[in-house]
Structure formats: C-alpha cells, structure tokens
C-alpha cells in the first residue's frame, strides 16, 4: 500500500546538512540476519522477526508515553517475502495516534540485500500498546500532534481502525451465525486426521525472556506461538511451510517470571494451497489453574522449487470441537479474503461498485469512511472559483479528478449532521435529486434527473467524531446489488468515493465539507461547474444552507 509505506516512512533525509521534520516518536531498528536467526531452509524465523517488531514498537510507544507500555493487540499481518540468511531488516515504528492510555503504533518492515544494493517490503502491521499504570493510577496520555500530511492521514485512520478492533469479535461471531457459514464438514478421501497434527509445548519464563517491567515479553510469547504452529502445520504436509498470515493478536493477561506456558497449537482447517492453524497459550505457577494469555490463528503455505504454493491435504476434524473449528477457520478466510481485497488494496485497484452482503458490510464502511478521511487530510486541492461564500476545489491524482465545495454556516455542528444525515431529504436543497429512499439499513437508491436521468446504489456510512480532532462524517461509495440491477430508464452512476465532512469551529459555525471522486459517468455533469460555465453547484450549496438554518431547531 503506497499510503501505509510512505506514512510509516516518517522522514526523508536529503543529502545536503540542512534541517529536516523528523517525527519525534520514530524509532529505527536495522538487524543482520545470521544463523542462530534462521531455521533450516536459511530464512528468518517468523518468531524472531516478530519479537524485533514487538522490540521497536514498544521503544516508539514509550518514547511517546514517558513510561512503561505493555503490547495489548497486534493487527493482521501479511508475509509478504521471507528473509535470508546474510541480509538487513529494517524495521520503523511510529506512534500514529494517541487514545486515553492506549496509542496505535505502525510498523513497516523491510529487507535490504547489501551486495546487491536493493530493498524491498516484507510486512506492515499495527499494534496497540497500553501505558502501564502509576502509583498515582492509570496514565493520561498525551495527544499526538501530526505534522506532515502522511502523519495526518495515518493519524485519522487510526480511529477507524480503532473502531475496527472494538468490533473485531462481534463480526466473527455475526458471520458464524450466518447461513453463509455453516457449512457442513466435507469428507475427502486420504485426509489427514486433525489430530496427528496436534502439539503441545510448555516453556518456563525466565529472566531473559522477559522485559524491562519484568514480564514476559510481548514478543517472547508471539515466537513461541509460531514456533508450535509451525510444527501443527508440518505434521500436515510433512514439509517445512511458510508463514503468511496472522490474524490479530490480542494479549488477554501479563505473564510473569516462573509462570509456566502452555502452548497448544493444530490445523483447524486445509484449503487447497493454505492451511489455518489455531494457537493458544495459557500460564500457570504451581498449583493455580490455567490462565488464558493469548490466542491466535496462523495461515500457512508450502512453497515448491519454484516458489508456488503446494496443493495440501485436506483435514479430517476431530468430532465435536473440531467442527466448530473447522467452520471457524472458513469464516476466517472468508473475514481474510475481505479485509485483503476491500481495506488493502491500494484505491485505483478498488473496482467502483463493490458486490454488497451482510458478511462484509463492516469492511465496506471502514474503506468508505477511510477513503473520505483520506481526501480530508489531501493538501494540494487548487481553489477553481468561489462566489457567495461557497468554495469549489479540484485535485487531478492518478488520472482521477477530485473536487470538494466548502461552505461555513451558522448552525452547530451536531445538529448539521443529523439533517444532513437523512439523505431522503437530500431532493429538499438540491435540485438534482428526484429521488432517494433507502433499500437496506445502509443502502440508498438515487435517481438523479439532469440532461437525462441517472441513477445510484450508494453505501451510506455515518461517524461521529471520536473526539473534538475527528468531524462528523457521511461517507458515500457505489455498491452492487442483485435486486436493484440497472435500468433501461436510468443510466447507472458510480461514486469511488464522496460525502461530508462537518467540522466544528465554534458553538455555532461549523465547516461543511462536500468531497467527490468524478468517475467518467459523473465527468460530463460537474465538468461545466469546474469550467466555470456554470453555477449550479454554488445554487445547490447555498440552498443547503438555507436548507440547515431553516431547520436547524428540529433538534435543539
């Protein structure tokens, strides 16, 4: 993603001696990678490259803190190249933004081959860290201040992102509960039972394995995760797999000293070039009952002579439990396969309208608030023309052309959210809406009656600020669905990418902002505004301000 690698890239350093902005909770870690690193086919071990993750992350965390931090969560991570024996990793983290006492910290990975002077990214990932409490009680962190347009993006996103996480259990469950996942076990002919692949490891907790607040550290617990995955994983295709995706990583409880850890790992499910295997670790000292620590789920690949993944075996569960999981690990791939395609992709890869279902709604309004946020924190627009205190803005990126209209008006900015929440009355100030209702809870149809007539299937996505540094935000994008095919009445429109964002200024003023990605089928109609030939746009904007001061009392 050319976002997330230019914003955890914090800094450029020229050549000359001259000053340059350097993010101040940046850290840099770079580590050869020799033997005692590697496993037996030359490659880093996925353990210790997360423990050297988990290492600097936390360094940027407390740069910024002041004090001790514990890791709390871990994002997805995705593998995308594996290391060798002789080369560089570098790894830099950042704080992006700063909650109560938890902060998002990015971290990019990348790899340096020094004899032949080349780089290239091996993972990107997000971890939350906590700021471990005082005597005086819990710590109050201080807010992050972005600089930079980079920080600023990465700073608004990471309230989605943070959304994301609180509501990361509820869509697994949403999804299990659905239809679309209860599948029922398939019975494949030689497959492997799950339970050969079972294994179980306990390690003691030593002094070396823990950190600077002497518990165990965060990374410490990751690699021996991945280490008894790696061998569940094994005893399935009886080769060495790679490693390509882990699941979020999420630390229940602190290990201390002398705790003993169980670790328990098997493959939950096979597809036909990746495996799922289930990990988890559970603490004890002595006669106490088991502590669960941390859970997680590992999807691996064999990989042949040429580098191609090998078709696996398929698994045989284990009665009861191992059903259960079995459907898990397809719900997972289906969340994966979601979260890879709809958040990761980079923007121009995003096709217009996105197939709509109720397994990926959430993933659909993360990437349409995400979008909107992105255009917001854009610093390059160029002011077109402006009349009656209404501003039209266009940005030409990527072959795209971009356009926003700007406007103050006096009505506080919660109540401007409500009214221009209810997009039915849309029609209301803007005279190119002939109708809008909603299909679904989330899901508007539009007909729009200019030259000739055009119709929309929008998601619609709402947000409140997190705090008084986020805006309120309608966010808008084009979605496909099967009851609604288009029309020989309309033609079909496609938004990437549009809607408001609503900043308040004041008690009583507050600043409207109206964003849109001008697909080719839109071009022709905003084309004579931007041109100048027009006013149309400057009309519909000051009859939404009329629109919002008429009924800005409906919700006093």
Known sequence: ????????????????????????????????????????????SAGQLLKWMDST?????????GCSCITASVDDIHFEHTIGVGNVVNIIAKVNRAFTSSMEVGILVNCEDLYADTQWNVCHAFATFVARRTEAGKVQLKQVTPRTQMEQMEYSLAAERRRMRLIHADIITDLLSSSTAQLECQEYQDAVPAERTRVESVELVLPPHTNHQVSTFGGQIMAWMEN???????????AHPTLRTIDMFHFRAPSHIGDRLVLKAIVN??????MEVGVCAEAYQGGEPLRHINSAFMTFEVLDSDRKPRTLPRIRPVPVDGKRRYQ????????????????SSKQTEVPLSVPWDPSN????????????????????WVLTSEKNKVRLYTLEENHMLCFKVQMHVSVPAEQTFHLLSDLRRRKEWDQHYELVKYVLAMILYITEQRNLGQDFILLASRRKPCDDRDPYLIALRSVTLPTH????????????????????ESSFVTKITYYNQATPGVL?????????????????FSACSHYLEANKDMFV
């Open 228 to 238: 008894v995955a790696t061998i569940a994983a094994s005893r399935l295709c009886n």
């Open 328 to 343: 898990e690990a397809i719900a997972r791939k289906k969340i994966r396969l979601d979260r890879k395609y709809i958040i």
């Open 485 to 504: 095919p288009p029309t020989e009445d309309y033609t079909r429109g496609e938004v990437l990418c549009g809607g408001f964002t609503i900043w308040e």
């Open 361 to 380: 709604q959430m993933y659909l309004s993360y990437n349409n608030v995400s979008a909107l946020k992105l255009m917001d924190t854009r610093n390059n």
């Open 1 to 44: 993603m050319q976002i997330i690698k230019s914003a955890l890239g914090c800094s450029t350093w020229p050549n000359s001696g001259e000053d340059v902005y350097r993010n101040p909770t940046e850290v840099k870690m770079s580590q050869i990678v020799m033997p005692c690193h590697a496993n037996h086919c030359g490659e880093l």
């Open 524 to 540: 022709p109609y905003i084309s004579t505004d931007i041109a100048g030939l027009s006013s149309s746009f400057y009309s519909a």
């Open 57 to 65: 992350a936390c360094l940027s965390a407390e740069r910024h803190a």
């Open 269 to 274: 499910n096979a597809f036909k070039h990746s």
